[in-house]
C-alpha cells in the first residue's frame, strides 16, 4: 500500500497536497463506464487509476488527470 511520501517520490508535484487521497476517493465514486459496459474506478492511493468491469474485474490503468477530465465529459473510459 502506498502512502503520502511514498505519492510524494513519484507525484512530487501533487503530493504535497494533504487532501489528495480523499479528492481521489471521491473521484472512485461517481459512475462510469468502460467501453460502454458499466465499470467502477478503484486505487485512490495509488498513483494511477484502475478502471474495471463491474461483471469481470478486468481493468485499464489510466492518469488520474485522464480520470478527471473523462469524468467531467462523456465518462466513458475507452481500452
Known amino acids: 500500500m502506498l502512502t503520502i511520501t511514498s505519492i510524494a517520490e513519484i507525484e512530487?508535484?501533487?503530493?504535497?497536497?494533504?487532501?489528495?487521497?480523499?479528492?481521489?476517493?471521491?473521484?472512485?465514486?461517481?459512475r462510469c463506464t468502460l467501453?460502454?459496459?458499466a465499470a467502477a474506478i478503484t486505487g485512490a492511493a495509488r498513483p494511477f487509476a484502475t478502471v474495471r468491469y463491474l461483471d469481470n474485474g478486468?481493468?485499464?490503468?489510466?492518469?488520474?488527470?485522464?480520470?478527471?477530465?473523462?469524468?467531467?465529459?462523456?465518462?466513458?473510459?475507452?481500452?
Open 12 to 30: 512530487p508535484v501533487r503530493a504535497g497536497n494533504p487532501h489528495l487521497v480523499e479528492y481521489r476517493r471521491q473521484l472512485c465514486e461517481r
Open 35 to 37: 467501453d460502454g459496459k
Open 58 to 79: 478486468l481493468g485499464c490503468e489510466f492518469a488520474w488527470p485522464t480520470v478527471e477530465r473523462i469524468l467531467a465529459g462523456s465518462k466513458n473510459f475507452k481500452s
